[in-house]
C-alpha cells in the first residue's frame, strides 16, 4: 500500500486545515484508516480512525471536537478535517492503514505508512 499525504502547512491559531491521504497499491474499502501525528520530543500518537466502511470512526480526547475524519471510497481517499487549530497542533502527521478489522484494530495495527506532512500552527 502507499499512502501520499498533503494539505499540511502553517496556518493562525483558530484556523483550519484538511489533509488528504491518497491510497494505491491495496482494495481501498479492505483498509482501516488512521492519522497520527508526532511531535517533536514525544512519541507518535493516533488521533482519528475511520473504518472500512467509513461508518464507524474514533478521535482522541486532544483532538475531538475539533477533527473530522472522513473517506471517499470512491476516490481511495481518506480526509482530516482539522478546526479551531492550536499550537499544540504542531507536529507532523502522518496517514496510516491496515487491514485488521476494524473492531480488532489497536494503535500498533498499523503496518502502511505515508511519508508525513508537516503542520505548524502560529499563536
Known amino acids: 500500500v502507499q499512502l501520499v499525504e498533503s494539505g499540511g502547512g502553517l496556518v493562525q491559531a483558530g484556523g483550519s486545515l484538511r489533509l488528504s491521504c491518497a491510497a494505491s497499491g491495496r482494495t481501498f474499502t479492505n483498509l482501516v484508516m488512521g492519522w497520527f501525528r508526532q511531535a517533536p520530543g514525544e512519541e507518535r500518537e493516533l488521533i482519528a480512525a475511520?473504518?472500512?466502511?467509513?461508518?464507524?470512526?474514533s478521535y482522541a480526547d486532544s483532538v475531538k471536537g475539533r477533527f473530522t475524519i472522513s473517506r471517499d471510497n470512491t476516490k481511495n481517499t481518506v480526509y482530516l478535517q482539522m478546526n479551531d487549530l492550536n499550537p499544540e497542533d504542531t507536529a507532523i502527521y502522518y496517514c496510516?492503514?491496515?487491514?485488521?478489522?476494524?473492531?480488532?484494530?489497536?494503535?500498533?495495527?498499523?503496518?502502511?505508512w505515508g511519508q508525513g506532512t508537516q503542520v505548524a500552527v502560529a499563536s
Open positions: 496510516a492503514a491496515t487491514n485488521v478489522d476494524w473492531a480488532l484494530t489497536s494503535n500498533s495495527s498499523y503496518a502502511y
Open positions: 475511520i473504518s472500512r466502511s467509513g461508518r464507524s470512526t
